[in-house]
């Protein structure tokens, strides 16, 4: 299967600042990449779909400009939460999918935690 | 209605037995399914995806998809302690975005 990671693995912030997570794929191109939000013994919720050098597409309720997103390149994309709140302390996953792949793979999230 | 719908379990299962986990979904068009395991404070990992009506092995795991019924499941061959972790049925609904249930936690006591 394809490698996906995602720096850094926990981060802890105060409040008001931003955070920014990155998602590689490692040994493949991913043309599209995904980014959720899980909270405790909850589900996976989509955030938004991002393709390679075009904008993000946000699902609805999520504010594109609180979490901004980046895919600069097919093996990297950026996530930004600014102005983070504690209401933001959340498990943030990315996935990617593309080189002849149909699956998403995803990388091992990012646990933000926000005082 | 939810667009994919699983039981919540929690599902316990003695050692060595079949596990079966169930999951419905709504929207007729879906033509991708995916069966991904998530062990606790860790990303999900892909176990299986099945596109065709029909079972699909890979070693102890079988996927069975049966589109009139709207209906994918996953069953487990001689369930092991470290299969407990939580399975969410991911389903293909539109482009390539993927709608997850909720997930089925499972327990596979000793």
Redesign the interface.
Known sequence: ?AVVSQHPSWVICKSGTSVKIECRSLDFQAT?M?WYRQFPK???M?MA?SNEGSKATYEQGVEKDKFLINHASLTLSTLTVTSAHPEDSS?Y?CSA?GGGF????????TRLTVL | QKEVEQNSGPLSVPEGAIASLNCTYSDRGSQSFFWYRQYSGKSPELIMFIYSNGDKEDGRFTAQLNKASQYVSLLIRDSQPSDSATYLCAVNTSGSRLTFGEGTQLTVNP
């Open positions: 299967g599209t995904f909850q589900s996976l989509l779909t498990f996953i999918r149909n699956e998403q793979f995803f990388g091992p999230g």
